[in-house]
């Protein structure tokens, strides 16, 4: 039985927006961060990151986390890449050379994109937001480049077909997406994001999300 913790506002959206692809039934366990909750304590608090009935599942206390059969994993980039090799048939590596560049590009996100990306999303109005937006903005100059020259004549990341690499690297540069000229300044980042996010698991996924409180 395959479960998948962690709420849409979150960065579960990456397993789950796979999942959606594919069609795989699963039990989704809403697992919401503790510090969004007014009193994590109190009795009729929802299941949260500090439960200790989540806290066994990941003593690391965050979300997402998966379990399937005896495995149980966390980190949400490695749980895309089991789910896409283990249900996700064409989403997932067909041989060792593709399996290594899904691991590339997740790793690509999370080591040069993720980061950046988060503090534009999460930089405060005013000049001082400003202001970690312009160096967010050209620490991210370097990874879109090469972004940008990799899609320059294809569709997508890996093999030409929708992959779990679009899933992984989309999803974190989503953070930043609010950007827009920076984006524009990457004509074919631009286009891929975009219809990645056209993709209607995508479009699912994200009425989901919205549908959730913030
Ligand atoms: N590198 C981890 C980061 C997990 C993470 O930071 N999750 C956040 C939600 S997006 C969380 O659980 N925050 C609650 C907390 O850290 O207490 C991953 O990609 O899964």
Not at 23 to 42: K, M, S
Not at 183 to 190: I, M, S, T
Request: charged share 20%; net charge negative; with cysteine.
């Amino acid at each position: 039985m395959l479960t998948l913790y962690g709420v849409y506002r979150s960065r579960a959206t990456r397993p789950l927006w796979l999942l959606l692809e594919t069609g795989t039934p699963f039990t989704h366990v809403p697992v919401i961060q503790a510090y969004r909750l007014p009193d994590p304590a109190a009795a009729d608090a929802p299941l949260h990151t500090a439960s200790p009935d989540f806290l066994k599942v990941n003593p690391q206390g965050q979300i997402p986390a998966m379990q399937d059969g005896d495995l149980v994993l966390t980190e949400s980039l490695a749980i895309s890449l089991y789910l896409a090799r283990r249900y996700g048939g064409a989403l997932g590596p067909q041989d060792d050379a593709e399996a290594a560049l899904m691991e590339q590009w997740a790793l690509f996100a999370a080591t040069s994109v993720e980061t950046p990306a988060l503090e534009i999303m999460q930089a405060p109005e005013g000049a001082m937001g400003e202001g970690i937006v312009k160096v967010a903005s050209e620490k991210l100059r370097r990874p879109l480049a090469r972004l940008n020259t990799h899609l320059s004549g294809r569709d997508w990341l890996v093999g030409d077909r929708f992959t779990v690499a679009d899933i992984n690297t989309a999803e974190c540069l989503r953070y930043a997406q609010g950007q827009t000229a920076l984006l524009a300044e990457f004509p074919d980042v631009d286009r891929w994001l975009k219809a990645a996010q056209a993709r209607p698991a995508f479009q699912t996924l994200w009425a989901r999300r919205v549908a959730e409180p913030a």
